[in-house]
Each structure stands twice: as structure tokens, then as C-alpha cells.
């Protein structure tokens, strides 16, 4: 049981780092933070109003094609 959630961490962490985005209301009005890293559709809750990430989700053979790291 701890693989699997070892297992989906290691997965989610790898989703942000292929689809993540630095947010650009974060960049805009927090210059010395840390921007928050958004997946598409995501929601960023540190300022108002809130900012949510215009791209579409990937279907699923864009994920999978980027889940391996090939090019589209």
C-alpha cells in the first residue's frame, strides 16, 4: 500500500514538472515569492482575484506521449 502512494507522488510530481506553468498573476503581483506552479484547468488561490490556467487538459494521448517524454 505505501508503494502506491509512493508511486502516485512520484506521478504527480513528474505531471507538474511536464505540464506545470509558473503563474503570471504570482509573478506580477508577488515579485520575491516563488510564483505557484499550475497544471492546466488549476485554480491559484494565493492572490485575488483568483487565476486559473486557460489551457484545456491534454488528452490522453498527449499525456501518455508526454508522460514518456516524446515529442508531438
Excluded at 505505501?2 to 506553468?21: N, P, S, Y
Aim: charged share 30%; with cysteine; proline share 11%.
Amino acid at each position: 500500500m505505501i508503494d502506491a502512494f509512493r508511486d502516485l507522488k512520484v506521478m504527480r510530481a513528474r505531471e507538474r514538472q511536464v505540464f506545470g506553468v509558473p503563474c503570471p498573476v504570482c509573478r506580477e503581483k508577488l515579485p520575491k515569492a516563488h510564483p505557484k506552479i499550475l497544471k492546466p484547468g488549476q485554480l491559484c488561490r494565493a492572490h485575488k482575484p483568483y487565476f486559473r490556467d486557460p489551457r484545456s487538459e491534454p488528452t490522453g494521448a498527449e499525456w501518455t506521449a508526454a508522460m514518456n517524454g516524446e515529442q508531438l
